[in-house]
């Protein structure tokens, strides 16, 4: 059984920068696809971003070139830069692959205001 567990959110002011982190238990190899996804109140779930065998990469068009997704092992990290208020969201880690369930963490609050 895979848990994840994100850490990381809380409240920037616009402009600002937060690093979301999400830790897997149990066997998470390089075949799963990681990423982060987000959901705004009133608004439906929408990917960020997807990680792919550790290394490819595809970003949201609202985020690309403010947002950085990076993996080591059983973490995969959220780099957010210059933040916006429409970032604001419970932003959620999810593992994945062909032919499986995928595993999401619990979500952790990002709130981007002055």
């Known amino acids: 059984q895979v848990q994840l567990v994100e850490s990381g959110g809380g409240l920037v002011q616009p402009g600002g920068s937060l690093r979301l982190s999400c830790v897997a238990s149990g066997n998470i190899g390089s075949h799963y696809a990681m990423g982060w996804y987000r959901q705004a109140p009133g608004k439906q779930r929408e990917r960020v971003g997807t990680?792919?065998?550790?290394?490819r990469t595809n970003y949201a068009v609202s985020v690309k070139g403010r947002f950085t997704i990076s993996r080591t092992r059983n973490t995969v990290d959220l780099q957010m830069n210059s933040l916006k208020p429409e970032d604001t969201a419970v932003y959620y880690c999810?593992?994945?692959?062909?032919?499986?369930?995928?595993?999401w963490g619990q979500g952790t609050q990002v709130t981007v205001s002055s």
């Open positions: 999810y593992a994945s692959h062909p032919g499986a369930s995928a595993y």
């Open positions: 990680i792919i065998s550790g290394v």
